[in-house]
C-alpha cells in the first residue's frame, strides 16, 4: 500500500535559523513527488514536483531533493512568513490521486 | 481563471441533515479530486473523475458519500445522515492529466456537524 511518512510533526525555529524537513515514501511505482504548502484555514499550495531520484528543485529559500526513498524540504534562513504547515504527497503510476503524509508544522520565530 | 473555487466555505449542519458541497475546477482541467482534511492531519483521497467519469473511491468513503460531475465540468459531494465525525475541511483538486504540472487545490468548505 502507497505510504506517506512526515518528520518531524512539528518544527521550531528562529530566523535565520536552517533547517531540513523528512518524507518517506512507499509507492508502487513513484509517478511524482510533490510539495505543498498549507496556511491555516486555506486549501494546500502547489511547491514542486519531482519525478526521479537525484532530482533538485528550488524556490527562494526553499529547496526539495528526491532520492528512491525520501525527499528533504531545505529551508534556507527561513523568515517568519515561511511560518506554514508543508505537505509531502505522492502519486504512483497506478492510480491518479495524490497520497499525502501528515504534514510538518513549521513555526519560524523573529 | 481564478483557480478552483469552493462553496460555501462554511456549513453549520445539524446531525442527520444532508448537505451538499460545489466545486467549479480550473477549466482546462479534467481531473477533478475530494480530499477530506481533519486538524492535524494531511489530506485524505476521497474520490476522483476524469471529465464526467467517477474513476475511484476511497474504500473509507461510506455510501452516504455521493459525487457527481456532470458534464465533466463542476463537482458537487453531497453527505447524507450527516454525523458529527463527518466534521472536517472538504478540498477539492483540479488537474490536467496526471497533474504532471501539479494539483491545483481549493480553499475547501469547513463543515461542521452539531
Known amino acids: 500500500e502507497d505510504q506517506v511518512t512526515q518528520s518531524p510533526e512539528a518544527l521550531r525555529l528562529q530566523e535565520g535559523e536552517s533547517s531540513s524537513l523528512n518524507c518517506s515514501y512507499t509507492?508502487?511505482?513513484?509517478?511524482?513527488l510533490f510539495w505543498y504548502r498549507q496556511d491555516p484555514g486555506k486549501g494546500p499550495e502547489f511547491l514542486f514536483t519531482l519525478y526521479s531520484a537525484g532530482e533538485e528543485k528550488e524556490k527562494e529559500r526553499l529547496k526539495a531533493t528526491l532520492t528512491k526513498k525520501e525527499s528533504f524540504l531545505h529551508i534556507t534562513a527561513p523568515k517568519p512568513e515561511d511560518s506554514a504547515t508543508y505537505l509531502c504527497?505522492?502519486?504512483?503510476?497506478?492510480?491518479?490521486?495524490?497520497?499525502f503524509g501528515q504534514g510538518t508544522t513549521l513555526q519560524v520565530k523573529p | 481563471d481564478t483557480g478552483v473555487s469552493q462553496n460555501p466555505r462554511h456549513k453549520i449542519t445539524k446531525r442527520g441533515q444532508n448537505v451538499t458541497f460545489r466545486c467549479d475546477p480550473i477549466?482546462?482541467?479534467?481531473?477533478l479530486y475530494w480530499y477530506r482534511q481533519t486538524l492535524g492531519q494531511g489530506p485524505e483521497f476521497l474520490t476522483y473523475?476524469?471529465?464526467?467519469?467517477?474513476?475511484?473511491k476511497s474504500r473509507l468513503l461510506s455510501d452516504r458519500f455521493s459525487a457527481e460531475r456532470p458534464k465533466g465540468s463542476f463537482s458537487t459531494l453531497e453527505i447524507q445522515r450527516t454525523e458529527q465525525g463527518d466534521s472536517a475541511m472538504y478540498l477539492c483538486?483540479?488537474?490536467?492529466?496526471?497533474?504532471?504540472?501539479?494539483?491545483?487545490f481549493g480553499s475547501g468548505t469547513r463543515l461542521t456537524v452539531v
Open positions: 504527497a505522492v502519486s504512483s503510476s497506478n492510480t491518479g490521486k495524490l497520497i
Open positions: 483538486a483540479s488537474s490536467l492529466g496526471q497533474g504532471a504540472k501539479g494539483y491545483t
Open positions: 477549466s482546462e482541467h479534467n481531473r
Open positions: 473523475f476524469q471529465n464526467e467519469a467517477q474513476l475511484e
Open positions: 509507492v508502487s511505482g513513484l509517478r511524482g
